[in-house]
């Protein structure tokens, strides 16, 4: 993922889909490095205590985990089987059911405040993640454009959000044969609001002779595409 021009929000269909499957399914920091190997038996611990499960619905929420893992884990080895002869539309949409279904027994499993604890819980895991691959990045081309550690704080939340809204739209159309003209035109719309509302923040945060150099990068960047 680009920093300063994203050229795809997630590199690959098979790289948003696992990453979004972390995610979705824990509310636990996203350290392991075993892919989507994940034990609902620990996010449930975690979440028992932080959504105040009782012992019918942590019974309930493991087995849910449990059937999106067996799901996913077999959307992931068709997919590898197949090789060259894969479809990536046919797994990303595998992908969207299987959570869909999950968020379906979720609602079910958890009451209305609980749910909206969940989401909460969920959405700040999707963002510490985007702040870790923003600091990262912009440790990068730290000492070209010349910011400050105080300066890569400031700019950290923010490029955060942009990669967060670019997440956004791609797992929506994800998996799409075909994009309709209309919706072509409200994706550009949308991805132009991000970059918008990005950049403006981060001339804020920079001074005249870094931003020029910001720029500059991103010119860089475009170029290469």
């Known amino acids: 993922m680009n920093l300063l021009t994203i050229k795809k929000p997630i590199t690959t269909i098979y790289a948003i889909a696992l990453f979004f499957f972390l995610l979705l399914s824990s509310s636990v920091s996203l350290a392991t490095n075993e892919g989507p190997d994940i034990a609902p038996d620990e996010i449930v611990a975690e979440l028992k205590t932080k959504l105040k499960l009782d012992e019918q ?5 493991t087995a849910a985990l449990q059937e999106l893992a ?32 999950y968020q379906n027994k979720l609602k079910k499993i958890l009451s209305s405040s609980q749910m909206d604890s969940y989401n909460a819980l969920r959405e700040k895991v999707i963002m510490d993640a985007m702040k870790d691959l923003a600091a990262i990045k912009l440790m990068d081309i730290q000492d070209p454009v010349g910011f400050s550690d105080d300066q890569l704080d400031k700019l950290t939340p923010v490029l955060a959000e942009s990669m967060r809204g670019f997440m956004k739209i791609a797992w929506k159309y994800a998996g799409e044969r075909r994009i309709r003209l209309g919706q072509k035109i409200r994706i ?11 950049e403006k923040e981060v001339k804020q945060i920079l001074t005249g002779d870094q931003y020029k150099k910001w720029e500059e990068l991103k010119k860089q960047a475009q170029e290469k595409k």
């Open 57 to 61: 619905q942590t019974k309930d929420l």
């Open 70 to 101: 067996k799901k996913l884990d077999a959307l992931i080895a068709k997919r590898e089987a197949a090789g060259e002869e894969d479809d990536p539309h046919e797994f990303i949409h595998g992908v969207k059911d299987a959570q869909k279904d």
């Open 188 to 198: 550009a719309r949308q991805l132009k609001e991000i970059q918008h509302k990005s």
